[in-house]
């Protein structure tokens, strides 16, 4: 029955105007069955049941049949198909089959690959759940969003995803950004109960907090309705972009190939359908018809192997760019730091307070007790002693509260004392947050350390932030500003307290006009927060891969420079630029200095989207860390932009990384993990240009002195599909080699195929092919066999790409240093391979399909010794780029 209530009223809101949708709170309450104060587990177990799941309907993957489509499209397999029927078309029926076959073949692996890889990013999707706050038996509590019922009563603070539909039962300073919605950029201010109540699932929180009641959740929110009717189009990352560039290259040299050879075919008087023979022949030689395949199978297993090591990759963008990053901008707080920040001491009038030790001062308890009334933390557990409580909420905060409980203050008595009447949430531009108090009626025990002196008022407001922003500057004498610069110089995070009266009559903040103007400074709370032990070797491996590493940071110039000396930041000792310093520069000036800062202190986010973009302008490929929901810009205008597990639903949707355990090694592994991908799409197209080139000089050079087409379309097809397509698929697999974090980044316009790639390829390559042409040359007139002659350069191509891959492994050590067993895949798909090789050359049955004949013990050795010839080539070759490297 209730089910039946609370669907009419999300059915009878729905698609009406926003001043209709609102009906009283008092009658949503009732509908929903809940007095606001939240839900039971039984109870929002069994509303679970009746409404479902609170995630929407996701847009379906593509099909087989789309993905088969979207293959089809390929223009290398395109050109395939229409050799194909040129071939049948000139009575070349065997070989027209064969491409055929050969297609479907490619074709439906590459479907496969496809299918696979689209499952294994839907799977690295899945590691990341949205999580709502709510409240559950009486207890606010962190669970997932796809756990909300209507009737729960959530929880919202800034940067938060609103996670359902809800009213608002409560709001502080609330704007909602509903641009998802609305298209709207302006954030909606959220006062109250009626129309400007009402909270849609996917908007988010940019400022204050709130407490609502859902309403509606899953398919029935508003969003759903929307995204019912909106299609999502999938974007092309870079990479493949290149590889659709490539491809069309590709098929414009085919063209020009077939039309020249065509050309002089019939200049001389050759027979038309012998001449479009040869076209076809050249044509299917000239096409890597494995790269796509390749493409998608690394990317997919990059993607899998990125997140084994706890880097999430959410856009494919991420892991071809990964790789080249040259500077990272990162946050300190959680990433080169533990994150765990303890209260170690209290710097009040009376000098320096060790904790718990002094914390019996009456100047000390006074402090924290004011802290714990500034901040929103929520305690999980606050029955257990304190040293073993569990906090919701900031990191500091956290910190803050924890230090009044083990101290003997009575944090909820403290709370249970005041009614709290407006607050201004912490923002990285003021430096600081405002809660605005008033004191209940009655005593309060144990006796409150904040009750005003006589003459007093009931009001007051609680700051918390650093301590040069709290107070006016007359406050902090030099001698106190001299102390503080020494505390942050050993590594204190300081957090200021401070208390001011309010006028009678004022309820909110912003009628205060300026809050610090008669503020007293109550303390100075010493935070404590470890480095990670790793960080400082992370940032060592950057370094040696030629990454510059800048902290970027909202915490004390001084703490700040201690830091990046603990962490070997900026050898011999870290250049250092405050926020108003930056502010204070023009974009040129900044230009000539940026490269000479190891640390930037106490900025704010709008400072760090124009870091990346004065590196981003010195042509550097930027990484940018972020938690918080005034990141977004940052991590959207970097190259790579990292959000924390732990930070704001805002901050991950607008990175193209995940870093699910928030270390700044992990950034660095997956950097590794990143040039491992594109060094494997670099070996990769390497390999299959090898035999594709191979293939094309070896006719070119057969028409050039009049031979006969050394090789069919078949045995092109053999190679390049049967034989290729394994050796290229475990390329994939390939770890990264030990040399490759040694060396720079690459250029943000690296080319997939680059100049050592281009070396070994072309220049091997014609070496090789033209003795391979002179040993058929030499065949073919000793015997006049040309179906032998054929057969011996079928297997002087085949082996020649089968060893060829053994060299490709790495250009930076020779092959008795390149760790032959590092991929067991690759073995077995050499050894595979070499076995079709073998069976495309002996087998009976295979012979009238690739017009190969029986080979003699001196043709086997030829091929054998070819091979052997080869490899030792590309060693050579290999030899000399590394001299040339040095």
């Known amino acids: 029955m209730r089910y039946t209530i609370i669907m009419r009223y999300v059915q009878r809101n729905h698609g009406q105007p926003t001043e209709q949708r609102s009906a009283p709170f008092a009658e949503v309450l009732a509908m929903l069955g809940t007095d606001g104060g939240g839900l039971t587990s039984a109870e929002a177990k069994r509303r679970h049941g009746e409404f479902g799941a609170n995630i929407l309907p996701e847009p379906p993957r593509p099909g087989v049949a789309a993905v088969m489509l979207e293959e089809v499209r390929n223009p290398i397999l395109m050109i395939l198909a229409i050799a194909a029927v040129i071939a049948m078309l000139v009575g070349e029926r065997v070989d027209g089959a064969f491409i055929l076959v050969a297609l479907a073949l490619t074709s439906g692996f590459g479907v496969a690959m496809a299918m696979r890889a689209e499952r294994a990013l839907a799977g690295l999707r899945r590691l990341v759940r949205p999580t709502a706050r709510a409240v559950r038996d009486g207890r606010e509590v962190e669970l997932p969003a796809e756990a909300l019922v209507p009737g729960d009563r959530i929880v919202l603070a800034r940067g938060m995803h609103i996670p359902a539909d809800a009213r608002t039962l409560a709001a502080e300073a609330l704007e909602v950004d509903e641009s998802v919605l609305t298209g709207e950029s302006l954030p909606v201010a ?19 907090s709130a407490v609502a009641i859902v309403v509606a959740t899953g398919t029935h929110t508003k969003l759903a309705a929307i995204a019912a009717s909106l299609g999502s189009p999938r974007e092309q990352t870079p990479l493949q972009v290149e590889l659709g560039r490539f491809a069309r290259t590709v098929a414009a040299i085919i063209a020009v190939l077939v039309l020249l050879l065509l050309g002089v075919g019939l200049l ?77 001491a209290v710097r009040t009038s009376d000098g320096l307070a060790e904790l718990p030790r002094d914390a019996a001062r009456p100047s000390v308890e006074r402090c924290l007790a004011a802290a714990v009334l500034g901040t929103e933390v929520v305690v999980v557990n606050p029955d257990a002693p304190p040293a073993a409580w569990e906090f919701l909420g900031n990191s500091t905060e956290a910190a803050l509260v924890g230090a009044a409980g083990v101290s003997g203050i009575d944090v909820v008595a403290v709370r249970d004392g005041v009614v709290r009447v407006d607050r201004l949430p912490f923002s990285t531009e003021r430096k600081y947050s405002v809660t605005m108090i008033e004191r209940r009626s009655g005593d309060i025990t144990p006796p409150d350390p904040l009750l005003p002196q006589e003459g007093g008022h009931e009001r007051e407001v609680i700051l918390v932030g650093a301590p040069e922003r709290i107070v006016a500057g007359s406050a902090l004498t030099a001698e106190l500003r001299g102390e503080l610069d020494g505390l942050g110089g050993e590594g204190f995070r300081l957090v200021g307290v401070a208390r001011a009266d309010v006028a009678d009559g004022v309820d909110r903040i912003t009628a205060l006009g300026d809050p610090t103007a008669h503020a007293e400074l109550l303390g100075i709370v010493l935070l404590r927060d470890p480095l990670r032990p790793d960080a400082a070797v992370a940032l060592a491996e950057a370094r040696a891969a030629g990454i510059r590493t800048v902290m970027v940071t909202g915490d004390h110039p001084a703490t700040a420079r201690r830091i990046a000396a603990d962490l070997g930041l900026g050898h011999p000792r870290a250049s250092l630029m ?24 106490r900025t704010t986010p709008d400072q760090k989207l124009r870091l990346v973009e004065a590196w981003r302008n010195r042509g550097a490929v930027v990484a940018v860390t972020g938690d918080g929901v005034n990141d977004a810009p940052a991590l959207v205008g970097a190259d790579v932009g990292v959000a924390m597990g732990s930070g704001t639903d805002v901050a991950r949707e607008a990175s193209d990384l995940v870093l699910l355990d928030d270390r700044y090694e992990t950034i660095v592994a997956g950097i590794a993990g990143g040039r491992a991908i594109w060094d494997n799409l670099r070996k990769t197209t390497s390999y299959l240009l090898c035999s594709s080139f191979s293939e094309v000089i070896l006719i070119g050079g057969a028409l050039a002195i009049g031979m006969p087409i050394p090789l069919v379309p078949a045995q092109i097809l053999w190679v390049n599909l049967v034989e290729d397509t394994f050796p290229a698929a475990a390329l994939a697999f390939e770890p990264i080699e ?37 040993v058929g040359y030499v065949a073919l007139t000793r015997t006049g066999d040309l179906a032998l002659t054929r057969t011996i350069m079928f297997g002087g191509i085949g082996i020649n790409s089968l060893l060829f891959v053994f060299g490709i492994r790495s250009i930076r050590e020779p092959l008795w240093r390149s760790r032959p067993f590092a991929n067991p895949w690759l073995l077995g798909a050499v050894a595979l391979s070499a076995v079709l090789l073998v069976a495309g050359l002996s087998l009976p049955a295979l012979r009238p399909l690739l017009r190969t004949t029986v080979l003699p013990w001196w ?13 030792c080539a590309v060693e050579a070759m290999k030899a000399l780029l590394r001299r040339g490297r040095r």
Not at 317 to 322: D, G, I, K, R
Not at 578 to 601: K, M, N, P, Q
Request: glycine share 12%; net charge neutral.
């Open 268 to 344: 001389r008087g050759e027979r038309l359908a012998e001449m479009i023979a040869l076209s076809v022949a050249v044509g299917v030689a000239a096409i890597p018809e494995g790269l796509a395949v390749a493409v998608t199978t690394i990317l997919a297993i990059g993607s899998v192997h990125l997140a084994r090591r706890r880097c999430l990759v959410r856009r494919l963008v991420a892991a071809e760019t990964l790789g080249s990053v040259s500077v990272i901008l990162t946050d300190k707080t959680g990433t080169l730091t533990e994150g765990r920040m303890r209260a170690t």
């Open 738 to 774: 030990p040399g490759a974090m040694r060396e720079a980044p690459r250029a943000r316009t690296a080319p997939l195929f680059d100049r050592a790639s281009r070396a070994l390829v072309f220049g091997v390559g014609l070496v090789s092919d033209i003795i391979l042409l002179a």
């Open 578 to 601: 405050s926020g108003a310093e930056l502010a204070a520069l023009s974009d040129a000036a900044l230009a000539e200095r940026i490269a000479t800062v190891d640390v930037f202190a």
């Open 190 to 208: 959220k006062v109250g109960d009626g129309a400007t109540g009402v909270l849609w699932q996917g908007t988010t929180v940019v400022e204050g």
């Open 859 to 871: 043709g086997w050795s030829i091929i054998i010794g070819f091979g052997i010839l080869e490899l």
